[in-house]
């Protein structure tokens, strides 16, 4: 492998593979990126057996390919060297005894390579009919879901996020078992019925490294992966093995009560009564509706308490006391951005649901805490 | 205590007396802000015996003085109370069983309060004639000097840096004993000779401070303490006891070679010749002049080698083989601002020092390390 390449070029690509190596990866070759110049361009690739990335440079963006090939070469190294050599041309060529070497005018790096044939085979393919999404919409399912995951180990289809596919209708939901995240769209295609759990770790990695312009993400869906496509990038997540819980039956359809509030002052009281909470106390805090007032309070008792008042509407004569974590409700808070805040209840314990007033495509789900 | 406040006022000395509060403190009344609101206005104290921080708002700045008085409360608490209340005037009062009232229109928040006469008693005060200087002086010798001081408890001297006065002549040395950072500058008056070491953390928390203005800082020194007064707000800092080692031998005036580079060029080649160096290994690189060229390299053997060239001007025939710490030369280079560097060499086993070819404000010396 010989070539002349524009620093930038290839730092821009590096910063998308360096992505798929684990810090923490004890096998050297997962720290590796392999580089494969060939009539086509120059692909970069890398995995940590969790995800893989590929990306792509065309023919026409290296200044010249002089030899084509394959490396295998450090990820953090090649990463680092790219990224503080000057804005210039860099000559890439591999060596005698499998050293790479990277050289601009005063600069002159030789890195020992890896064996190439070590390199997992990443068995990246296609789909004929691929679903196809507006980035930002993805990006806005996981970030309006992702906060719900657990982080337990100890049950491993709950920390993924289960995509599930009818018809054109795609439901994505995340639950810890204390707190669920629904988020509902209309796909502007019809699809084999899908029911799969991702890791919601790769799909936070993923938002990141997507870009918001107008062309559609591609999501290719097979048995125990799944590849997404974008710009000149491949993304493979490995799925979760299991069966996701049915949790169309937590969710209600008829309510006791519902308040309608100010969405800003809402957040604002509970993130102020959330000071004089702690984690060993679950974070808990109170909501008590007298006709159309309601008291958000809290206290740590060698600290002192807090009572946050508040004007809201209602749609029936009942009130309600119940407790619950004011961390969740701030994380479900947060996936909302809308003027008001309407909250579902059941008494006080049942689920409290939380929604805009005006859609039902976001629903959070809260379990109360029982303080007596 | 009963006063009315605006919230932003109150904020804006409340970020200043929480630098005073250590997360890490035991005892509970190190935790606490100290209110005390008398005809002058409001004083907000904090201590944690390390250092201590007083502010003022005049009372003209004060809405409304109902009451005089005195209140200790968790500094932690109110601190996040005031930040997460709206930008409105807030009422603050103590109540009966020592509780703060905290509130506004819709929050209402009640804080234990702490014993008034457990509070330390800070002693501040003033001497007649302070040290005067501007502060941005002030900052630049704190941030050319403090990362050289040494982070090991085990020779305390040497976790300051030693401010020393002869005349009008302020020398501040900083050193970790591997390395050494002084800046010398004139005052505009003459000071009694002063021999003294500031704990460098203080220090830095005190340049965290400062916002630069045209108002001078002013410097009293004590036997044990010294104090800075600036803008409304009083900082006291303990001194280190002990003998800071005598420096003044350490930096040779003869030398056998000087190298002088382009600033820019020298510190990318030392930069990136530090990617392939490791910590355990001192992060050695070696420096190699031959006529005109200077040569930067290391290696790291399972990774690889880096070798970079420099165009140099020398004062004579010598040439140089030396190896030294990246770290530290990035360190030092970090603290000068010119557009060419100086390199002054005493052979390979003698300290380099590092300077600004046209100044000899600020030295910067690092010892060699021996490679063979």
Known sequence: ??????????????????????????????????FELNNDGLYLMSTDNEISIKTFIDKKDIEEVEELGDVVVSGKYIYDIVRKLPN?????????DSKLLIYTNN??????????????NLEIEKQKNPILLDKCVFKNIINQTSFATSTQESRPVLTGINFKIQGSILECTATDSYRLAKKTIKLDQEVNDINIIIPTKNLIELTRMIKDNDEKLEIHIFNNKIIFVFDNIIMLSRLINGTYPDTSKLIPTDFSLSIVSDFNHFYDSIDRASLLTNEADKNTIKLNSTGNKVIISSNIPE?????????VEKDSEEDIKIAFSSKYMLDALKSFD???????????????????????????????????
């Open 107 to 120: 600069s002159s790096f030789n890195l020992n390579c890896n064996k190439v044939n070590e390199f997992p």
């Open 88 to 96: 210039e041309i860099i000559n890439i060529e591999e060596v005698v």
């Open 1 to 34: 492998m010989k070539l002349k390449i524009k620093q930038n070029i290839l730092m821009e690509q590096l910063n998308y593979v360096i992505r798929g190596i684990s810090s923490k990866n004890l096998i050297p070759i997962l720290n590796c990126i392999k």
């Open 338 to 372: 809308s003027e008001k805040i309407k909250l579902l209840f059941n008494g006080e314990v049942k689920p409290i649901i939380v929604k805009n007033p005006d859609s039902d495509d976001l629903i959070q789900l809260i379990l109360p805490i029982r303080t007596y």
């Open 303 to 311: 600290i002192g308490n807090v009572e946050e008042t508040l004007d």
